[in-house]
């Protein structure tokens, strides 16, 4: 006996198998759609809900974004003076200076005499008179030492170097607080992520619920559709399309919300630039950030439709 | 068209729906199977639909062997077989039209042979009139037919009518008879689960009698005994 031998198996050709295949693609979407347009408050509610916890790792992220941009600024600013030996001539200390200059880790130098530095002072300090009755000058010769790299470690090692030089009384790097900073920084920077990752999670739990309670009102429909030989992707297809709208519209929305709530801080930050004489620009989502939040979103809401039509699809069999 | 070689069902808790039941349907044939509520009518049926598995025996469809169905292939086969519900099965939240061009809809046809056949179907029940109309809207008998035409329209082999006539009067009850006859005439092979006996002997087809799942009467040809290695 031949199994198979006598049944039809009812597939079609392949090239209208693969324009049937697109064909239902479209109705999917389309039925997807009509669902939507037909329980506005349903999708607007669930939509909602996925657009306000997106905001918030999408608010945080762009907290993080400016910050970044703030510390850029001193990141470049990881300079070492060096302050040389009293009784080092002008001379000899120009000449150090272009010695250090050479160093392959330096990328510039600048030479402050020990006039120069008084002169300074004076002006600066408001101190000229006190500095008049000094019968000499204590000041020394210095040189700013502008790294090649900002990185830490490298640093940290020419500065090494630079204090073993005899001429060099005190090498001094101000780091410190930067690396504070920098520390704090990727404290928030981990936050971020865990904040991101749970309220991804949620997103998930979101739609995922949204599309199991969908399966469940069309329960009758999938197991009709299923007895005239719906296969399980042709039942899947529409659920699947859900949850992608959900995914999307809660990534544009979130992506509102986080732009309002700039534009509502952003007038009284531009007052406080002013008061610090300060010129930084508040960054907002760039277009790559826009399209990583909106694809993330609607990834999400496939993956939350996914999981939910693998968990209850295959539960709903005619009896 | 349909075999089964000493099909048993049994339920969970022991309940036995069917027993040792062994019957033979040839292509084109009508036959209709009768007996008390719980004799096993649905169950029989449900095999053959691939909604229930045999515990033990053989079922086949077209020589398919049903018991060891791969759920990926269960779809195709079900493709093959139209079947009629006692409560119709319609979905309400669409048209008659696009309820009878599900099956089409679901096996890819395109939009232009989607709607020949779909009017084609409705025309053949009378109800081409209805298309637009939603199925709340229609009495008992013209929802049945509706189930009759979405079970038809994709032109299977074979039908199978879960008491179709349950819950109408004896005239609608009689016309819907009719056209399964009618069907069987041009060739579709028809089973029909029933238990309006006054109705049946009207139509002079063979019966297939089931009394607490065991097969009491069977005017079909016997099913060939020697399929004994038939055990799941």
Known sequence: MVAGSNIRHKKLATSNRISAYLLHHLQSLRFSLRKIYEAPATTIMTVAVIGITLSLPGGF???????????GDFRSSSQISLFLDLDLSEKQARALDKKIAKIELVDSTRFISRDKSLEDFRQDSGFGKSID????????????VEPVEADTFAVRNLLKSLQAMPEVKIAKLDTEWLERLYTIIEIARRSVAIITILFACAVLLIIGNTIRLDIQNRYQEIIVTKLIGATDAFIRRPFLYGGVWYGLLGGIISWLIVEIGYLAISGPLERLNLLYKSDMNLITFSFHDFIILITSSTLLGLAGSWIAVARHLNQIEPT | MIEFHNVTKRFEGGYEALSNVSLKLDEGQMAFITGHSGAGKSTLLKIIALIEKPTRGQALLNRVNLNTMSRRRIPYIRRNIGIIFQDHQLLFDRSVFDNVALPLHIQGYRPQEIAKRTRAALDKVGLLHKE?????????????????????????????????????DPELSREIMQIFVDFNQVGVTVLVASHDLDLIDELDKPRITLNRGKLILNDLEDAPQEADGGWQ
């Open chain 1, 133 to 144: 009755t000094l019968s000499t000058n204590p000041l020394p010769h210095t040189i700013i």
């Open chain 1, 61 to 71: 992220y762009l907290f993080l974004k400016n910050i970044d941009a703030i510390s």
């Open chain 2, 132 to 168: 637009k109309s939603l199925p709340i809207t229609l009495s008992g008998g013209e929802q049945q037919r509706v189930g009759i035409a979405r079970a038809v329209v994709h032109k299977p082999m074979l039908l199978l009518a879960d008491e179709p006539t349950g819950n109408l």
